[in-house]
């Protein structure tokens, strides 16, 4: 556990980091990231469980960044929110710095909102009834209080529990294709080996149901962009640029 001297936006917030890397891999920006959270408590989930850290919790990654957050919402629900889950893709393709200051700017209202989850926002899911419109991207949840928590938790955990049911056609067409980067502006630029494959189509598929079915519990999904939508287009853009700039380069 990890204590600090400051808060984001003003308030107190509880925060969890689920990553999957060598020992001390990301001390630098975790570092700067701890600063951003006077008075906070978090803790860094490590999936990578033989490379975990002295205070670091060793992940089991059977199902990724995923179930590091069912052990990191395990550890906050006790506790008073808001709440923050991200993933080590916030030191790896985004604009670390920037989303930082994205989350400075929290508003002390975001208390009182109840059945609620903020993050990156997608709106271009309506052609397929897998891919819900919008749903949230994986990598960065804000939960505002603990009934949206424990509402978040239990969804979590109802999907990574279930069987894949059947997919529609066009749904594994769209899979397909974004798993084999056809375009160099959309689609997966990761790197395209059995395994690592197999990893991106499990997230794609939970990170579309749960969007699916937090909506069907009554969740409202929220933009991170509401608090500074300038700041947050700009964001969007940047981690665009920058996701295809380190794929060209290798």
Not at 5 to 33: C, E, H, Y
């Amino acid at each position: 556990m990890f204590a600090g001297d400051q808060t984001m936006g003003g308030i107190v917030v509880i925060w969890g980091l689920v990553t999957f890397a060598k020992r001390n891999q990301w001390s630098k920006p975790l570092a700067q990231w701890r600063a951003q959270f006077f008075r906070s408590t978090g803790w860094v989930v490590n999936n990578c469980a033989e490379q975990a850290s002295e205070g670091e919790i060793a992940g089991h990654n059977r199902q990724y960044e995923f179930g590091g957050y069912l052990t990191l919402l395990q550890k906050m629900e006790p506790l008073q929110g808001p709440y923050v889950l991200v993933n080590d893709t916030l030191f790896r393709t985004h604009h670390r710095q920037g989303w930082m200051n994205l989350l400075k700017k929290v508003p002390a209202r975001i208390e009182s909102e109840s059945r609620a989850v903020y993050g990156d926002i997608r709106w271009d899911g309506t052609a397929l009834p897998e891919r819900p419109n919008p749903f949230l991207a994986s990598w960065i949840f804000v939960l505002p209080n603990k009934e949206s928590l424990q509402l978040f938790q239990s969804v979590l955990e109802e999907v990574l529990m279930e069987e894949t049911p059947a997919l529609s056609p066009a749904y594994e067409s769209f899979l397909q294709d974004w798993l084999s980067a056809n375009s160099r502006w959309r689609g997966w630029h990761g790197r395209l080996t059995a395994d690592a494959l197999a990893r991106k189509r499990a997230c794609i598929l939970w990170e579309h149901r749960l969007s699916l079915r937090l909506m069907e519990s009554g969740m409202h999904l929220r933009s991170l962009g509401e608090w500074d939508p300038s700041l947050y287009s700009r964001l969007r853009l940047i981690d665009r640029i920058k996701t295809r700039w380190n794929a060209w380069m290798g």
